[in-house]
């Protein structure tokens, strides 16, 4: 279903969209970043405490870890957690540096490997591949919310453009070679 290169890709894009956001983010008040905007999630903070927690899972899942997958998922902080920022900025760069890292030691076999889940009580398996991609897409669905927060709140977040990665992205964020 995917590609090595669109899996390191994709890790690279959501870390530099991450790290813009974090920075748009870091120049609000955290009343300004937890006031409640209509987003799905409600606050800048809370929607982006629901894509760390949902990583989190997705990451367990992927690394065969089913115990830590399904403390995670009970666990779901919805928006509250962590309140601190400093804990949020430092566990958001840790666990993208860990998905980069994730998808820089993948194999073509990792791709189509099962990896079992469960939704509630449902077991279900899907490949590794297809489960990344829904990985970095569920990012991006709730990255672009937390984008029209911070715009509304007068920040100044990087162009989420995939192509503007190569342009405006770090060096280590560059589009691995394809």
Do not use: C
């Not at 006031?35 to 990451?59: E, K, M, P, T, Y």
């Not at 490949?127 to 569920?138: I, L, P, W, Y």
């Amino acid at each position: 279903m995917i590609t090595l290169h669109y899996a390191r890709t994709m890790a690279r894009y959501n870390r530099w969209q991450n790290r813009s956001l974090v920075g748009a983010a870091d120049g609000l008040s955290d009343a300004e970043r937890w006031r409640d905007g209509g987003a799905f999630f409600g606050s800048i903070a809370g929607s982006l405490n629901h894509i760390l927690w949902d990583d989190r899972v997705w990451l367990a899942r992927l690394n065969e870890d089913a115990e830590t997958a399904a403390r995670i998922g009970k666990e779901h902080p919805y928006t509250d957690t962590p309140r601190d920022w400093a804990v949020y900025v430092r566990d958001r760069a840790a666990l993208d540096d860990e998905i980069v890292a994730l998808a820089d030691g993948l194999t073509l076999e990792d791709l189509t490997r099962p990896v079992p889940w469960f939704r509630g009580a449902e077991a279900v398996e899907t490949s590794f591949g297809f489960n990344f991609a829904h990985m970095v897409n569920h990012q991006t669905h709730h990255r672009g919310q937390v984008h029209a927060l911070l715009t509304r709140a007068g920040a100044a977040p990087a162009p989420t453009d995939l192509q503007m990665l190569s342009v405006l992205a770090q060096d280590d964020d560059r589009v691995p070679p394809g």
